[in-house]
């Protein structure tokens, strides 16, 4: 899922193409996409884009007569720029919106259509769609330390609730641990003061870097939870590129937690409660456990 780096990506470089241009038209796949009737999306037509913005992982376009277009791209929507009125030949393109210099595609991969598009009229509307977590990039650390321990949840929980911290999933979420070098599973409410300001660092740091880095790209194609310079998310089994350990993980629901033991655990390995279940003591405590275990 695109999260706050991606989707800042996207904003900044529609903003370079779409301020102050009139929308042509709004050609839909499925109408099942826009969750909305009123305003009709039509009423976009012919109105000029007067602004961007992003609300959590979600881009808010505004128009020429109070209609803000909200647009959550969730697991599998990109956005692409295009020559004007590119086809809707993919069976992944949703829907194109059409400017005289160009045309913005949405498109989604895979069986499960989730990307949603809703049409508002006034800024009331949006605060539906405000979840109400901190920005992580505009928040103090007194701030950050008291969305972190609210509730009590693993940090790997807290930093992807959408009600504490905005815009931060699955992925960077792996990236800010392993900067911080916190174990996913330990729990907000017993991090040391120490702990706190080394999580509070690294998630600005590592969301700012790669802010910059997709800053480079004429237009963020390339949006993925899946990166060749992530250090951990999405690099099960490959070297930690501070220790050259194997990078773990565990499984739960859609997500997954990645992880270095020997930068983050302290060499232990971590089990989710239905592996610990199941397993119990065949459970590999350690990295030396789980290597003796493939040596045999």
């Known amino acids: 899922m695109p999260e706050l780096p991606d989707v800042t990506a996207y904003v900044e470089a529609l903003e370079r193409r779409i301020v102050d241009h009139p929308l042509e038209r ?26 961007l913005r992003r609300m959590g992982k979600r881009i808010v376009i505004g128009f020429e ?21 590119a ?3 993919s069976k992944y393109a949703l829907a194109a919106f059409d400017f005289a210099h160009g045309s913005l595609v949405l498109t989604e991969a895979g069986a499960k259509k989730r990307a949603s598009l809703h049409l508002v009229r006034g800024e009331p509307a949006l605060s539906e769609f405000a979840r109400g977590g901190i920005e992580p990039l505009e928040s103090s650390r007194d701030d950050f330390a008291g969305a972190l321990r609210r509730e009590q949840h693993t940090v790997k929980r807290a930093l992807t609730d959408p009600t504490l911290f905005s815009g931060i999933g ?9 900067r911080a070098k916190l174990s996913p599973l330990a729990m907000t409410t017993k991090l040391s003061e120490a702990q706190v300001d080394a999580l509070y660092d690294a998630t600005r740091a590592v969301l ?7 800053r480079g790209e004429e237009f ?3 949006v993925t939870a899946f990166r060749e310079d992530f250090a951990v998310h999405g690099r099960y089994g490959k070297p930690c590129p501070v220790c050259g350990a194997p990078v773990q993980r565990i499984v739960f629901a859609e997500n997954e937690a990645n992880y270095c033991a020997r930068c983050q655990t302290g060499g232990k390995l971590l089990a ?24 045999r």
């Open 87 to 89: 086809p809707l030949g």
């Open 26 to 51: 709004v050609r839909l796949r499925s109408p099942f996409l826009v969750r909305t009737a009123d305003p009709p999306i039509g009423a976009l037509e012919g109105r000029r884009v007067l602004g």
């Open 208 to 214: 700012s870097e790669w802010i910059e880095r997709l």
């Open 272 to 295: 989710d409660r239905s592996l610990s279940r199941v397993l119990k003591d065949d459970w590999p405590r350690t990295l030396e456990e789980l290597e003796e275990r493939r040596r």
């Open 65 to 85: 007569g109070d209609l803000f277009l909200v647009l959550h791209l969730m697991i599998a929507g990109r956005l692409h720029w295009r020559d004007r009125g």
């Open 220 to 222: 963020p194609e390339g």
């Open 170 to 178: 699955n992925a960077y979420s792996d990236e800010i641990l392993h």
